[in-house]
């Protein structure tokens, strides 16, 4: 469970729609948005591109899911809002302060070697190797609904899938821990944050990775996939890959539920 202070660092630079994301490393198995030409029966392909336009279009205070809004983990700025972009489909826009919690060794003082969330097998999930992201860990209002978007209101699980996007990358990613819940004082995180992302995560999307000094202040958008057909399933020498070759799938069935 994440619960380490953050810094923040320069804020940063604002999503380029305009431009088409560019191919990047077989390892990173980020998305090219120039989409090739389909086969001729298939469903139409989306690019990143025109998913992300198509969600930040339907990011409007009719479709806003949380009324209260969340805390941005990065610059502690309570105005982070969580949008159902399409049925079964929530975005939100923050930070990615970087979590090095789990199986993997890391440097910073405060790492921890459990993530709430583990792989098929059971182990901790390994954040220099899994890409992941991480949600409040309870409803810190104790009301039910929540007033703040809580999870496991939505149908959202352990390993659920998302994209996550940050300027000219796309990348997939898994639920893989959460932030400090209302019992737990050892850092200024709480439940109501939205904004962290694996060491893995940070390094896909281009991002300083290190636990104690990277992470950017804004401009990464989470789109969460619920329901169990969404959930990823593999070990820590997989699932990354696995996480990837969900990518197209997911542009395509949300570019298609929006009608873009």
Same mark, same amino acid.
């Given at each position: 469970?994440?619960?380490?202070?953050? $810094?923040?660092?320069?804020?940063?630079?604002?999503?380029?729609?305009?431009?088409?994301?560019?191919?990047?490393?077989?390892?990173?198995?980020?998305m090219?948005?120039?989409?090739?030409?389909?086969?001729?029966?298939?469903?139409?392909?989306?690019?990143?591109?025109?998913?992300?336009?198509?969600?930040?279009?339907?990011?409007? +205070?009719?479709?806003q899911?949380?009324?209260?809004?969340?805390?941005?983990?990065?610059?502690?700025?309570?105005?982070?809002?969580?949008?159902?972009?399409?049925?079964?489909?929530?975005?939100?826009? +923050?930070?990615?302060?970087?979590d090095?919690?789990?199986?993997?060794?890391?440097?910073?003082?405060?790492?921890?070697?459990?993530?709430?969330?583990?792989? +098929?097998?059971?182990?901790?999930?390994?954040?220099?190797?899994?890409?992941?992201?991480?949600?409040?860990?309870?409803c810190?209002?104790?009301?039910?609904?929540c007033?703040?978007?809580?999870?496991?209101?939505?149908?959202?699980?352990g390993?659920?899938?998302? $994209?996550?996007?940050?300027?000219?990358?796309?990348?997939?990613?898994?639920?893989?821990?959460?932030?400090?819940?209302n019992?737990?004082t050892?850092?200024?995180?709480?439940?109501?944050?939205?904004?962290?992302?694996?060491?893995?995560?940070?390094?896909?999307?281009?991002?300083?990775?290190?636990?104690?000094?990277?992470?950017?202040?804004?401009?990464?958008?989470?789109?969460?996939?619920?329901?169990?057909?969404?959930?990823?399933?593999?070990?820590?020498?997989?699932?990354?890959?696995?996480?990837?070759?969900?990518?197209?799938?997911?542009?395509?069935?949300?570019?298609?539920?929006?009608?873009?």
């Open positions: 469970m994440s619960s380490r202070p953050r $810094l923040a660092v320069a804020a940063a630079a604002a999503l380029a729609l305009a431009i088409p994301f560019a191919v990047k490393s077989a390892d990173a198995a980020t090219d948005t120039q989409a090739g030409a389909p086969d001729a029966a298939a469903a139409k392909t989306y690019t990143a591109a025109e998913v992300l336009a198509g969600v930040k279009k339907n990011s409007t +205070s009719a479709n899911v949380n009324s209260k809004p969340h805390i941005n983990t990065m610059t502690r700025a309570k105005n982070v809002n969580v949008f159902q972009v399409a049925k079964g489909v929530y975005a939100y826009s +923050s930070s990615l302060a970087v090095d919690d789990g199986s993997d060794p890391d440097p910073d003082p405060d790492h921890q070697g459990t993530t709430t969330f583990q792989d +098929s097998n059971g182990k901790q999930l390994a954040a220099h190797h899994v890409p992941f992201y991480v949600l409040g860990d309870d810190y209002d104790r009301k039910s609904p007033p703040h978007f809580f999870y496991k209101e939505h149908n959202i699980k390993r659920q899938f998302a $994209l996550m996007f940050y300027k000219s990358k796309c990348i997939g990613a898994i639920f893989g821990d959460t932030q400090t819940g019992n737990q050892t850092s200024d995180n709480d439940s109501r944050e939205l904004g962290e992302a694996s060491v893995k995560s940070a390094s896909l999307l281009g991002i300083p990775s290190s636990g104690t000094t990277g992470g950017v202040d804004n401009g990464v958008t989470v789109v969460i996939f619920s329901g169990s057909s969404w959930v990823v399933n593999g070990t820590n020498a997989n699932l990354n890959a696995n996480a990837q070759a969900l990518v197209q799938k997911a542009l395509d069935s949300l570019g298609a539920s929006m009608g873009i």
